[in-house]
Nanobody
Framework: QVQLVESGGGSVQAGGSLRLSCAASRRTYSMNYMAWFRQAPGKEREFVAAISWSGGTPYYADSVKARFTISRDNAKNTIYLQMNSLKPEDTAVYYC?????????????????WGQGTQVTVSS
Protein backbone atom coordinates (compact mmCIF):
# COMPACT_ATOMS: atom_id res chain seq x y z
CA GLN A 1 0.00 0.00 0.00
CA VAL A 2 1.33 3.42 -0.96
CA GLN A 3 1.03 6.24 1.54
CA LEU A 4 1.22 9.88 0.53
CA VAL A 5 2.06 12.50 3.14
CA GLU A 6 1.68 16.20 2.38
CA SER A 7 3.42 18.98 4.26
CA GLY A 8 4.20 22.67 3.87
CA GLY A 9 0.78 24.23 4.19
CA GLY A 10 0.15 27.30 6.29
CA SER A 11 -1.15 30.85 6.37
CA VAL A 12 0.26 33.64 4.22
CA GLN A 13 -0.78 37.05 3.01
CA ALA A 14 -1.79 37.65 -0.58
CA GLY A 15 1.27 37.84 -2.82
CA GLY A 16 3.23 35.44 -0.64
CA SER A 17 4.64 32.00 -1.40
CA LEU A 18 4.47 28.48 -0.02
CA ARG A 19 6.00 25.19 -1.08
CA LEU A 20 4.06 21.99 -0.55
CA SER A 21 5.72 18.59 -0.44
CA CYS A 22 4.24 15.14 -0.97
CA ALA A 23 6.34 12.19 0.12
CA ALA A 24 5.41 8.71 -1.07
CA SER A 25 6.13 5.86 1.33
CA ARG A 26 7.52 3.87 -1.54
CA ARG A 27 7.80 4.11 -5.26
CA THR A 28 6.30 1.35 -7.34
CA TYR A 29 6.10 0.93 -11.05
CA SER A 30 2.34 0.96 -10.63
CA MET A 31 2.43 4.59 -9.47
CA ASN A 32 3.18 6.51 -12.62
CA TYR A 33 1.44 9.85 -12.41
CA MET A 34 1.23 12.39 -9.60
CA ALA A 35 -1.03 15.36 -9.12
CA TRP A 36 -2.12 18.08 -6.76
CA PHE A 37 -5.78 18.83 -6.19
CA ARG A 38 -7.45 21.32 -3.87
CA GLN A 39 -10.81 21.69 -2.21
CA ALA A 40 -12.22 24.90 -0.82
CA PRO A 41 -15.12 24.88 1.68
CA GLY A 42 -18.40 24.14 -0.05
CA LYS A 43 -16.73 23.43 -3.39
CA GLU A 44 -15.81 20.39 -5.43
CA ARG A 45 -12.28 19.06 -5.36
CA GLU A 46 -10.44 20.52 -8.34
CA PHE A 47 -7.30 19.76 -10.29
CA VAL A 48 -4.28 22.01 -9.74
CA ALA A 49 -1.19 20.46 -11.37
CA ALA A 50 0.21 17.11 -12.45
CA ILE A 51 3.49 15.49 -13.46
CA SER A 52 4.77 12.09 -14.50
CA TRP A 53 7.55 10.35 -12.57
CA SER A 54 9.25 9.61 -15.88
CA GLY A 55 9.33 13.21 -17.08
CA GLY A 56 7.38 14.97 -19.76
CA THR A 57 5.21 18.04 -19.78
CA PRO A 58 3.62 19.06 -16.49
CA TYR A 59 0.01 20.21 -16.59
CA TYR A 60 -1.63 23.08 -14.75
CA ALA A 61 -5.09 24.41 -14.19
CA ASP A 62 -5.58 27.75 -15.93
CA SER A 63 -6.16 29.43 -12.58
CA VAL A 64 -2.61 28.64 -11.37
CA LYS A 65 -0.55 28.81 -14.57
CA ALA A 66 2.50 31.06 -14.30
CA ARG A 67 2.13 31.14 -10.51
CA PHE A 68 2.50 27.49 -9.44
CA THR A 69 5.22 25.02 -10.39
CA ILE A 70 5.08 21.27 -9.89
CA SER A 71 8.33 19.31 -9.69
CA ARG A 72 9.59 15.92 -8.58
CA ASP A 73 12.60 14.37 -6.89
CA ASN A 74 12.68 10.74 -7.94
CA ALA A 75 15.45 9.87 -5.50
CA LYS A 76 13.32 11.06 -2.58
CA ASN A 77 9.97 9.79 -3.94
CA THR A 78 8.70 13.32 -3.40
CA ILE A 79 6.81 15.85 -5.47
CA TYR A 80 6.55 19.55 -4.77
CA LEU A 81 4.20 22.39 -5.52
CA GLN A 82 5.83 25.81 -5.43
CA MET A 83 3.08 28.40 -5.09
CA ASN A 84 3.92 32.05 -5.76
CA SER A 85 1.79 35.18 -5.96
CA LEU A 86 -0.84 33.53 -3.82
CA LYS A 87 -4.37 34.90 -3.86
CA PRO A 88 -7.20 34.57 -1.33
CA GLU A 89 -9.01 32.33 -3.83
CA ASP A 90 -6.15 29.82 -3.52
CA THR A 91 -7.32 29.10 0.02
CA ALA A 92 -8.15 25.38 0.22
CA VAL A 93 -7.04 22.02 1.49
CA TYR A 94 -4.44 20.74 -0.94
CA TYR A 95 -4.24 17.02 -1.68
CA CYS A 96 -1.55 14.95 -3.29
CA UNK A 97 -2.73 12.06 -5.49
CA UNK A 98 -1.10 9.17 -7.35
CA UNK A 99 -2.33 7.24 -10.33
CA UNK A 100 -1.33 3.82 -11.62
CA UNK A 101 -2.25 4.51 -15.23
CA UNK A 102 -0.06 6.51 -17.55
CA UNK A 103 -1.47 9.67 -19.05
CA UNK A 104 -2.84 12.97 -17.93
CA UNK A 105 -6.28 13.36 -16.42
CA UNK A 106 -7.92 15.88 -14.13
CA UNK A 107 -10.62 13.48 -12.96
CA UNK A 108 -10.43 12.67 -9.26
CA UNK A 109 -11.86 9.16 -9.74
CA UNK A 110 -8.88 8.25 -11.93
CA UNK A 111 -6.43 8.57 -9.03
CA UNK A 112 -5.75 5.55 -6.87
CA UNK A 113 -3.99 6.98 -3.81
CA TRP A 114 -4.60 10.16 -1.85
CA GLY A 115 -2.85 12.01 0.94
CA GLN A 116 -4.61 13.42 3.98
CA GLY A 117 -4.40 17.02 2.76
CA THR A 118 -2.69 20.16 3.99
CA GLN A 119 -4.42 23.49 4.64
CA VAL A 120 -3.38 26.61 2.73
CA THR A 121 -4.91 29.90 3.85
CA VAL A 122 -4.27 33.15 1.99
CA SER A 123 -5.44 36.38 3.60
CA SER A 124 -6.04 39.63 1.77
Amino acid sequence: QVQLVESGGGSVQAGGSLRLSCAASRRTYSMNYMAWFRQAPGKEREFVAAISWSGGTPYYADSVKARFTISRDNAKNTIYLQMNSLKPEDTAVYYCAARRSIGHTINTYAYDYWGQGTQVTVSS
